[in-house]
């Protein structure tokens, strides 16, 4: 325990290098002066300028997600907050832990609609894990080391520090209390002993079983991706990812069934619908992935781990419910397993995967590469095999890019996928990319991207070029908000409106003028040496790839249908839409 | 899934929380953002000491949902302790009203009668009106203040359940 008397832009800096922060996102402005000239004063933690503070709050969430710490933004008041709630609300989507410390006009001022004064606390509320406004100086140090427990425990999450300027620039001491904890909140790791032995008991019995894993699972840490992939060796059941979850389990592994959901595989959706016993880890059942719930995968029994209790029965009723650590609660059942001798039965293993074996027939996932036209997939599916082998890390924007990524790239490790997954925030991709690379600077960070996404926060690209961080931007350019103009097409009468990007850049000299080296691709046969010569390049880099601008991303379950109407290809139109199919987005 | 699992039902939940600023616009803006009803609520604080609130929260919803509320309930930060007394065993569910009652003459005298029978309690009185304080459950309030309502009712003010298990167990 330290005791001095320190300003408060001193005590929260002390407390952050306590927390073992190394980098912060952020942007200066009238209200957090002081901690801008305690940075100044300071070594122990870098400050990344960012151009927007919604970049700030992606980059934390790229660093977070690529290293599993608490990442963490710096922002003003008034509108710096104000500009952070995207990524705020995308952090508490996807269960990325950041601290956001937001400046505030000083006590005396608040309430009375100051300049640059924003209701931070209240704005933030419903788009946070937990808020706070700092009133006295003597809370600071506490307050600092309880946002970063309650960011990081259980379901991790964002959580807000508003700060006012005169607590900032008021004296008072630190204490150090990194290890503290919030004096009541204590989310359960442990899962209920009973229910282990009933879910392990269920899944032995199992004729048709499927591993249905998550983001959760990652979160957990390495140790539940360890454990997941013994459980699916020792079993030789079958596993599907959500979008949040890929790279827990190896994508090249022969018993992953690829993605679920809207756009997931195939087997892998028609595995759920099919299977009896459902095991989900760290997953939530989130709409993408169920499609029309009351035709959910109807004949199965479910079993569910989450370590928050408001995923289990929200959406889809299951039998057997275990909250907990995913690691703690896998660590538990794989030892009564093995502890119980339970073998699966291998007969029926064995006749649900030929039923498998039939489904991936179907190669949900082709597509035709003929002439200088470059497909989409193809790109991708060229990306990922010039990189695979390399210490690589990806992101993405939101759209069809995103799916064909999550389709055509294979993770094999956690913590290498950076994705929007619940929110769907375009404009993501680049800032986490730049994120991931301040926390990785020697690996290749790649954000695969769309055109209309990319411009969405392009400004960051200057944020790359000032710290020299050599960040790959591979873009899809279709011209078009390529997953708005499928919808239309499929859903809208082919009536493109306003899904055009008219007026693009060049983005080749746009990459320029920042310092940047700028490709451009447009035939098929240039692709390989054009994304080597990306791999080559030590600055940062956009490589414009033109794209087949019709290409639509399948398989597709439309909005509001079952995981068996998927459509297949382009021959092939949605069923009718239902009217509440249509209200789905 | 809101025609999941039957009917709706009504239920009185206690929430031990924090005393903190903004943990009431916590647990309303959960009831508003994810579309749960509110039948009523109370709060107050309770410990001092511990710096302690109770909130007392009437919802409707079915089965699926109540448990959805009380997950999202548990895992609000300030949140200590979530029950739902309606599952826990019998409880007691009490509300207070004043009733404010305007009149001369018979209809004067038969609201006063009327308050005797319901054990409601003159708590300012001028020539020509009375206020009446009643507690009770509900319905017994709801009774009161319809036969209130010919007898020169301009004003009435609930203060919603609170509720508390019976036997020897606390929260």
Not at chain 1, 227 to 246: A, C, D, N, Q, W
Not at chain 1, 310 to 335: H, Q, R
Request: hydrophobic share 40%.
């Amino acid at each position: 325990m330290t005791e001095q008397q320190m300003t408060g832009a001193e005590i929260l800096l002390k407390a952050l290098a306590d927390q073992g922060v190394d980098v912060i996102f952020g942007y200066p402005g009238g209200a957090v002066l002081p901690i801008y000239d305690a940075i100044f004063q300071q070594n122990a933690i870098r400050h990344v300028l960012v151009r927007h503070e919604q970049g700030a709050t992606h980059m934390a969430e790229g660093y977070a997600r690529s290293t599993g710490k608490v990442g963490v933004v710096l922002v003003t008041s008034g509108p710096g907050a104000t500009n952070a709630v995207t990524g705020l609300t995308d952090a508490l989507m996807d269960s990325i832990p950041i601290v956001c410390l937001t400046g505030q006009v000083p006590t005396h001022l608040i309430g009375n609609d100051a300049f640059q004064e924003a209701d931070t606390t209240g704005i933030t509320r419903p788009c946070t894990k937990h808020n706070y406004l700092v009133k006295n100086i003597d809370d600071l140090a506490r307050i600092v080391h309880e946002a970063f427990y309650v960011a990081r425990s259980g379901r991790p999450g964002p959580v807000v520090i508003d700060l006012p300027k005169d607590i900032l620039m008021g004296k008072g001491l630190y204490t150090n209390g990194k290890d503290a904890r919030h004096k009541t909140y204590r989310p359960r790791t442990k899962g209920d002993p009973d229910k282990i032995a009933a879910a392990v008991e269920l899944l032995a019995s199992a004729k048709r079983p499927v591993f249905y894993t998550g983001g959760g699972v990652i979160n957990s840490g390495p140790k539940a991706t360890a454990l997941l992939r013994e459980f699916v060796k020792l079993t030789g059941y079958p596993i599907t990812s959500t979008l949040m979850g890929l790279g827990a389990f190896s994508g090249v592994d022969p018993a992953f069934l690829g993605m679920l959901g809207m756009h997931g595989t195939y087997e892998a959706n028609l595995a759920m619908a099919h299977c009896d016993v459902m095991f989900a880890v760290g997953a939530r059942f989130d709409d993408r992935v169920t499609g029309k719930t009351d035709h959910f995968s109807k004949g199965s029994r479910k079993i569910h781990i989450d370590i928050d209790p408001s995923s289990i029965n929200k959406n889809i009723p299951v039998e057997i419910g275990i909250v907990g650590d995913v690691a703690s609660v896998l660590e538990d059942m794989l030892a009564l397993w093995k502890g119980k001798r339970r073998e699966p039965d291998r007969a029926a293993l064995a006749k649900w995967w030929d039923q498998i074996g039939e489904w991936r027939k179907v190669d949900c996932l082709k597509f035709e590469q003929k002439g200088d036209l470059i497909k989409p997939q193809y790109a991708i599916q060229r990306l990922y095999e010039l990189t695979k082998g390399m210490d690589a890390y990806i992101t993405t924007e939101v759209g069809q890019h995103q799916m064909w990524a999550a389709q055509f790239y294979r993770f094999r490790d956690p913590n290498r996928w950076m994705t929007s997954g619940g929110l769907g925030t375009m404009g993501y991709g680049l800032p986490a990319a730049i994120g991931v690379q301040m926390a990785h600077p020697d690996s290749l960070v790649i954000d695969i991207s769309g055109d209309a996404s990319f411009l969405m926060n392009v400004q960051e690209m200057g944020t790359a070029t000032q710290y020299r961080l050599p960040v790959k931007v591979f873009v899809l350019n279709n011209r078009y908000m390529g997953m708005v103009r499928q919808w239309q097409e499929l859903l809208h009468g082919n009536r493109y409106s306003e899904s055009y990007s008219d007026s693009q850049p060049d983005l080749v000299k746009l990459a320029e003028s920042w310092g940047w080296v700028g490709l451009r691709c447009d035939k098929a046969g240039e692709l390989d040496a054009i994304i080597a010569r990306m791999i080559d390049t030590k600055k940062p880099v956009i490589v414009d790839v033109a794209v087949d601008p019709a290409e639509n991303c399948f398989p597709m379950i439309p909005s509001g249908a079952a995981h068996y109407d998927m459509i297949l290809g382009p021959g092939q139109k949605p069923k009718t839409v239902s009217d509440f199919g249509l209200t789905m987005v | 899934m809101s025609n999941a699992n039957g009917g709706t039902e009504r239920h009185a939940i206690g929430v031990l929380v924090d005393n903190e600023a903004g943990v009431l616009a916590r647990v309303v803006g959960l009831f508003s953002g994810r579309g749960y009803n509110i039948e009523s609520l109370t709060v107050a604080a309770v410990d001092n000491e511990n710096n302690l609130s109770r909130i007392t929260i009437v919802t409707t919803g079915t089965p699926m949902i109540i448990e959805q509320i009380k997950a999202q309930l548990s895992r609000l930060v300030p949140v200590h302790k979530v029950s739902d007394l309606t599952v826990e065993g019998p409880h007691l569910e009490r509300e207070l009203a004043m009733v404010k009652v305007v009149g001369h003459g018979e209809r004067r005298v038969e609201s006063l009668r009327t308050a005797d029978i319901f054990r409601a309690r003159v708590v300012d009185s001028t020539a020509e009106s009375f206020v009446f304080e009643i507690s009770g459950s509900t319905s017994k309030l709801d009774a009161f203040i319809d036969l209130m309502r010919n007898l020169g009712m301009v004003e009435v003010v609930r203060t919603g359940v609170v509720a508390m298990s019976r036997g020897r167990q606390g929260l």
